[in-house]
């Protein structure tokens, strides 16, 4: 199964390029530095990395959120489950943490595609069966 999560270190400055104001992972808040959304494919042996694409914050296109080449954590990660998916890798379902799971879209996208999911939920989302 193909597992969708990022990660992300805090910098200094703005130097570096996909340097920004973001959520980090890795320090539970949104604060200065670069975030990567990883795909990993794993089975109950072992796992194996496939791709990596770092989230570039808005401000570093011309148009912002409104710029064509912007693209926020969940929409890379639909592309990284659906570059999978093409280059081979069979799974029985997508799986990715609730900073995922809550977004509809992101949801939505894969069901489109035919990609099967599980997903974690906020405990404030409420579930039925």
């Known amino acids: 199964m193909p597992v969708i999560d990022d990660s992300g270190d805090r910098k200094d400055g703005t130097a570096t390029a996909h340097v920004g104001r973001q959520w980090l992972g890795r320090l539970g808040k949104t604060d200065n530095g670069?975030?990567?959304?990883?795909?990993?494919?794993?089975?109950?042996?072992?796992?194996?990395?496939?791709?990596?694409?770092?989230?570039?914050?808005?401000?570093?296109?011309?148009?912002?959120?409104n710029d064509p080449d912007f693209r926020t954590k969940p929409q890379l990660a639909t592309g990284l489950a659906g570059q999978a998916h093409e280059a081979g890798f069979?799974?029985?379902?997508?799986?990715?943490?609730?900073?995922?799971?809550?977004?509809?879209?992101?949801?939505?996208?894969?069901?489109?595609?035919?990609?099967?999911?599980?997903m974690a939920l906020k405990p404030r989302r409420g579930t039925w069966a």
């Open 34 to 65: 670069v975030a990567t959304v990883t795909t990993l494919w794993a089975d109950e042996r072992l796992y194996c990395p496939l791709h990596a694409r770092p989230s570039t914050p808005a401000h570093h296109f011309p148009m912002k959120r």
């Open 90 to 118: 069979t799974f029985r379902a997508v799986v990715a943490d609730c900073g995922y799971g809550d977004h509809d879209e992101f949801r939505h996208t894969l069901r489109e595609a035919g990609l099967p999911f599980v």
